[in-house]
């Protein structure tokens, strides 16, 4: 039953939380970091992504951004994903860096000598410890119950996060690259 005593939070409200929580976790992002994984993106032969729940929900809206950079993209567990190899590139995301399947994945990347770039919020974790790229994002996870990072549900902050970083990256790339709007939507799904 609800509890009258707890004051519910307008929509407004709610709004001008999320936003305060995204900015300040944001502005805390290494720049020498995304520098990192821009060059590991752009240098690989092709780009896998992984993650579970809305984390891996955030890298398939990126990976959609990269194949718009006419970069070579598959997500990793999808029926058409090829074997993953050298020269290769493992994006994946957990905000406890302890998700087994995402443990999993680089496992194997690195067993096959592709690089793996791992966002996260906890980098001294198995995961952290895996990658050859890092970006820290400062955010709780779903663990994180408490309330200090975020008062936000069950790891929000770092799922909205890590859509947020990919798409300010994806922005930077395009951007370099010198291509129109019209030039990326060419390669738009046109199946839909």
């Known amino acids: 039953m609800f509890n009258h005593c707890v004051e519910i939070p307008s929509y407004s409200s709610s709004q001008v939380l999320l936003l305060k929580e995204l900015d300040r976790t944001l502005a805390a992002v290494n720049e020498a970091e995304i520098a990192v994984a821009r060059e590991m993106i752009l240098l690989a032969r092709r780009v896998f992504v992984t993650g579970a729940g809305r984390s891996g929900l ?3 809206m990126a990976a959609m951004r990269l194949m718009h950079l006419g970069l070579v993209v598959h997500v990793a567990g999808e029926v058409t994903a090829p074997a993953i190899g050298q020269g290769d590139l493992l994006l994946v995301a957990s ?6 399947g995402a443990v999993h994945a680089a496992e194997v990347a690195r067993n096959v000598q592709a690089q793996v770039l ?9 995961l952290g410890q895996l990658a050859q790229g890092l970006i820290v994002i400062p955010a709780a996870t ?3 119950h408490g309330g200090v990072r975020s008062e936000q549900y069950s790891g929000a902050l770092f799922e909205q996060s890590v859509l947020l970083v990919m798409d300010a990256l994806f922005q930077v790339m395009w951007h370099e690259r010198g291509e129109s709007a019209e030039q990326l939507w060419k390669r738009h799904a046109n199946l839909e």
Not at 95 to 100: H, W, Y
Not at 118 to 126: F, G, I, M, Q
């Open 58 to 60: 955030a890298l398939k």
């Open 95 to 100: 905000g406890s860096g302890t998700t087994a």
């Open 118 to 126: 791992v966002l996260t919020a906890a980098p001294a974790s198995k």
């Open 142 to 144: 779903k663990q994180d």
